[in-house]
Each structure stands twice: as structure tokens, then as C-alpha cells.
């Protein structure tokens, strides 16, 4: 398999923002590693075994159940842990595996930024594929200048899956994804950008970046935790203007 380049990240703190609540939240990280570039069609042809028509474009076009699968697939080629396991589409991730993983959205935030403080960390023409661009699909990785941390397009080119769910409330187990993709304006094309869909979901602007980095903790990770979860999924009080009913 074409190697994956990873590198390690220092941990620190970066603040999320929540656009339905209108809160923030500062968030504690602990080194992590994470993926020099978007997962590519070759790597995911070789490890899945799926043909690439444009090897060296980001693998889009992947499901988010698709990429936790992947994960494990590039962990056991590598004689890792495997970081996930499954009953049938629920997903648990084992959070002292070292394996291969997706990043949780603070991980992918704090990386993306790089010290930046900005929506973006340089200017966008250089560093991001968007729709000023005027391109039609994804474009092979690296082709704009890296963040300070040393990664490619975390920016433009293509959304990337994260771990987190979205927003449990409202759309159920919709996972994020975050970044921006080459046919979005500069509006979308920033570092707090959460957007999402659900597991099965894949579309041709939507792809992924590997993480690794085990934890001594249970069930609460790199500004993710179970139960947090739970308790937004449980939220009370009437729905905000706009809502459609949540299916259950």
C-alpha cells in the first residue's frame, strides 16, 4: 500500500462553537497523529480493493461507515489494534487502540488551524480548492500550500469525515464532517465549519483523514464523550423555529 504519512500534533486546547446552541466549549487535547493528507483513491483501492480511476485525488465519494471500515482494514494491514468495533452499523471505538481512526472534530479543528486564529490559515487561493477555483471534481493532494502543522487541504478539495456525532437532538446519528470542499464558496470553506450526514451517506465532495493515538480514559476522548452525547440526544423543551419532528 502507498504509505500513509502521518504526523504528530502537540497537544493543546481549541474552542468549538456550537451554532444551535450559541455556545462554546474549550477543549483539552493530548498528542495525537493525524494524516499528512486526505486517504487517497490508491490507498483505498489497495486496501479495499476498489478501483481508482485518479490515484493520487482524495478518496471521496466514502461513506462514514465506509471510512471506520477502512480504518480497521489499513490497521490490520499495518499489524495495528483495531480502533472500532462493530454490531451490525453501531460503531464502538476502543479508545486505548493505537490503530488507525477517524479524528474527533476537536482533534480536526485544532490540526486544521495550526496556531491560526482565523478562518483560515492562509489566504484561501493558496491553500484550499473551492469554487473560486472553478474546478469540477476533487484535485490531487498537496497541489495548494500545507497549514502549519504540515497538512495538505484540510481546507477546500474535500469535506472530511469526523468521528462526532452532529447533533444527536436533531438528526439522530449523523456524524460531522468538516473543511469544506472544492465546489463550496469561501463562506463554507473555513476551520468552525460543522456539517454532517448520516453513516450511509456518501457523496462526491466528502472524504476522510486518518488519525491514530490511544487514550487511558473510558468512553470520553479529545473533546468526545458518550455521555455528552446522551445528553444531547435528550433535549428537552420545544424545538426551535424551523425544526422538523426528529424520527425515532
Known sequence: MDDIEMTR??????????????????????????????????QLAEILGVSAAFPRRPASDVSWLRA???????????????????DGEDVTWHLDSDGYRLPTEAEWEFACRAGSTTPHYGPLADVAWT???????????????????????????????CWDLLDPARYNDYRVFRGGGFADDAWSVRASV?????????????????????????????GWSAATDQERAERGGPNPFGWTPRST
Open 9 to 42: 500534533v502537540a497537544g493543546g486546547n481549541v474552542t468549538l462553537h456550537d451554532a444551535r446552541t450559541k455556545s462554546r466549549r474549550s477543549v483539552g487535547l493530548e498528542p495525537f497523529e493525524i494524516g499528512v493528507f486526505a486517504v487517497t483513491q490508491e
Open 68 to 86: 471506520v471500515h477502512f480504518c480497521n482494514a489499513a490497521s490490520e494491514w499495518e499489524g495495528l489494534d483495531s480502533a472500532y468495533s462493530f
Open 131 to 161: 469554487s473560486a477555483d472553478g474546478v469540477s471534481a476533487p484535485q490531487n493532494v498537496g497541489g495548494k500550500h500545507p497549514n502549519l502543522n504540515g497538512l495538505f487541504d484540510t481546507l477546500g478539495n474535500v469535506w472530511e469525515w
Open 194 to 222: 460543522r456539517r454532517g450526514g448520516a453513516p450511509r451517506m456518501h457523496h462526491d465532495d466528502v472524504g476522510f483523514r486518518l488519525a491514530r493515538g490511544g487514550f487511558d480514559s473510558v468512553d470520553a476522548a479529545q
